[in-house]
């Protein structure tokens, strides 16, 4: 659970400067006190002492973070009330076992994850951050910034700032180990880790070795996605047409247009009598007409199966006087498989069968559609089968100069390499030569005549594989950095030491992509390799203090940053960041600040490639109204829930931009110990948004006859075949809201200690332009399919007892009910998606003496609460970037430190 205390507020520099507060161990009590020393947190390289700074600093201990029960980076940060929908190895649809975070209800790639401060490799080539390859159990804190950071950090620090602090010390040997379940009994989980440390006079080092495995499941395996068939809650259905068992089209001489299926129990279709008409019922057909369809459902995977292997290793020594050399050294190897549904055509593909295929009996060409069950003989063979691992080195020297200055230089080096085989999936070529004249056939080489004419299992592994071909792709992408900065205070003013911090970096990143390639493949994908980017940046920071201790004024400071960046690709840009603190009396302090930020286009936003992909959408031509719409062409379109989009990068694009806004306050009242209460109003306002139209506006605006005249493409029966987009910057965007805070720890007391917090996001406003020059819309309370869901509230809570040897916590997580617009209209409005509230319960145990130990029990979700249902989702039926479906979970560790 976060834990936003005053001590954990961003302190100077314009990005907000915050401040780290550790929780006490368990004979010290509940997190509450603050530390007395200088220190450095996210958002700034300037040392403090005060606990109050110019933006709100999120900060998560290792004891809190084990009180989540999370078990990853990106299931701890995904349940924070600033995070908005982001990637996880929970997202369904065979995903690839990554995690990201994301904030502000912007997508992940605006989003700076550092480790220990510094860039991580992304995994992709979007720019994005895979947390899976942090070790967890070698984490010592995290720090979210929640503030736009580009002054400090450069590029991707629109939204926040998320800091992953590593152990770099440790004094003696701990072994921790757990286990948990579903209490359905799938999803298992284990996790086994070792750390060890010693101290000396003049350094120290920490070694941690960890392993975790969890297990998949399928999406269908919950009552929330049993079936995208929703015809039973009044929604649409939403299966894949392709039927389990053969059908064609051209058996039946006197219904040449008809569909005819398989009929249950019959080996081999030989005649018209052995099939049945084909049921693909349509979205007011009762369930009684049956539904040949694909439930897809049953064979996807919701969770990936994982297992990680990581080892962390941090030293330093001092090697002359006032001067340390510190290392850092991780590696981290994720195997992850997610299963998608096995290969099939649909009705609509256009396959046929000719005459002269073997095992035609019928004697003439007939269209075919179905799903090749056979390949699930060996497992499923659609996959995203992922071998991931990332390799990163820090070294670097430390020290003070002219007696109050910190220093320091260090290099920065990652390596990702990842595979990804993704099964043996069909090949259009080989699939319609197998189709074909099989006398043609047999002069192909590695042709095999194709046998649909039975029953599920007559299609032999000699005929898949002549079909299919191995599908795979390659990653390799580094990282280096070299940083040197310098820190400390300049002069003593009337009001308090001038701090001042100066820097540069130098970085380099190159990212190569390799897919595979069969001769026969029917879109050949080229070798992906840009050009290295090479970045030169330096900056600047300074804290002026201008009253101290007069009247309403107890302490007056302005935080100030800039920072020069240099790309070889795209050119230089500059960003300022400003701060102010007041305090008028001591209970209380107002802060806010102002900055600018932007993000770089990624390796994938400046390739000139296309890509292809499949959505759901919702065309005017269906509608009524159709004549009156000139793009329709006087033609109503039939129902089709959605259209391949096509949209493709562009090497001229400009770096987006951004301003920040926050103002708030932190109340601290003297006559109440313990109690904290903070309040931040924030926008963002982005420009030069780098994307592509809203599909679902450009077929409005093709339909209406007003613009994108040749980016919609249609099927001689006027459903829509294609949309076209291209990335620019052309879009805009506003979202704004409030974060709120409460906290109160009681005094110690014989019987122990209480702790209770409540954190609030209410996002105001969420404005996008869906194209350029359009009006913007507001989304905020919604649910779409590009920003999925967009909450007014979110909050979590937290109760904690603790007493000498015994804690039990419970927690709360809210996500307000939304909006849902990829719904189906009713009585013209979209379906509403309800809230969702979900508790926790964790139950710790300490055992005292020599070795010293802990017991933890908890369950996560207690009431078994599932995600709320989103109609026209057909991914998996609610939003998985938001919620999982796992349902009620068990799990249980041990810990013992000697």
Partial sequence: MKHVLLTMMVAASPLAIGVAHAQAPADEGLAGEAPANDIVVTGSRLRQTDL????????????????????????????????????????????????????????????????????????????????????????????????????????????????????????????????????????????????????????????????????????????????????????????????????????????????????????????????????????????????????????????????????????????????????????????????????????????????????????????????????????????????????????????????NFDWELAVNYQDLDLRNDGGRTLERARLEAALGDSDVCRTIAGCVPLDLFGATGTVTDEMLHAITAQRWSQTDASLTSVTGNVSGTLVDLWAGPLDISIGGEFRRETYREERDNAPDKETPTPLFAPQARKVSEIYGELRLPLLRDVPLVQLLDIDAAVRYSHYNQFGSTTNPQIGLRWRPVNDLMIRGSWGTAFRAPNFTEANPQQSRGYRPLVDPCQGDNFASLPGCNGVQAPVVTGAWVISGGNPDLRPETAENYTLGFVYTPDYLPGFSWTVDAWRIEKSDIIGTADPNYIIAENAAGTSFGGAVSRFPDNSLEEVYSIRENLLALRVQGIDAAVEYTTPRASWGRLNGRLDVTYMDSYKSSPAAGAEPVERVGTYTTSLSTLAKWRGTARLTYQSDDLMVSWGARYVDGVTNEASLLVDGEFLEAKSYIQHDLQVSYDIGGEPSARLTFGVENLFDRMPPWLEGNYYNGFDANTFNSRGRFFYARAEAKF
């Fill in 52 to 403: 109050v700074s110019a933006s709100p600093v999120t900060v998560m201990d290792r004891a809190e973070i084990d009180t989540t029960g999370a078990q990853s980076v990106g299931e701890l940060l995904r349940e924070l009330p600033v995070a908005s929908p982001s990637a996880s190895e929970s997202a369904g649809r065979g995903n690839s076992g990554a995690a990201n975070v994301a904030l502000r209800g912007l997508s992940a790639v605006n989003t700076l994850v550092l480790v220990n401060g510094r860039r991580m490799i992304s995994n992709n080539a979007s720019g994005t951050v895979d947390l899976n390859s942090i070790p967890f159990e070698a984490v010592e804190r995290v720090e979210v910034l929640q503030n736009g950071a580009s002054a400090v950090y450069g590029t991707d620090a629109v939204a926040g700032v998320v800091n992953i602090i590593m152990r770099r010390s440790f004094d003696g040997l701990q072994i921790k180990a757990g286990a948990g379940v579903s209490d359905r009994g799938d999803l298992p989980t284990r996790d086994i880790s070792l750390t060890f440390g010693d101290r000396f006079d003049d350094g120290g080092f920490v070694f941690n070795a960890s392993y975790r495995s969890s297990g998949g499941n399928a999406i269908g395996d919950r009552p929330v996605s049993r079936d995208p068939d929703w015809r039973s809650r009044g929604g649409r259905n939403w299966r894949d047409s392709a039927p389990t068992s053969t059908a064609l089209r051209g058996i039946d001489p006197a219904n040449p247009d008809i569909w005819y299926v398989l009929r249950d129990g019959v080996a081999r279709g030989q005649s018209l009598a052995d099939f049945r008409t084909y049921v693909f019922p349509g979205t007011g057909d009762p369930l009684s007409t049956g539904n040949d369809g694909i439930n897809y459902w049953q064979y996807e995977s919701s969770a990936s199966e994982i297992e990680q292997y990581n080892l962390w290793f941090a030293g330093e020594k001092e090697i002359t006087s006032g001067v340390n050399a510190f290392v850092e050294v991780s590696y981290n190897r994720r195997e992850s498989l997610g299963y998608l549904a096995p290969d099939y055509f649909d009705t609509w593909n256009d396959y046929t069968i000719d005459a002269n295929n073997d095992y035609n009996t019928f004697g003439v060409d007939l269209d075919v559609s179905r799903t090749l069950l056979e390949t699930l003989r060996t497992g499923p063979t659609r996959a995203q089968n992922i071998t991931s691992n990332v390799m990163r080195y820090v070294a670097g020297l430390e020290g003070k100069v002219f007696g």
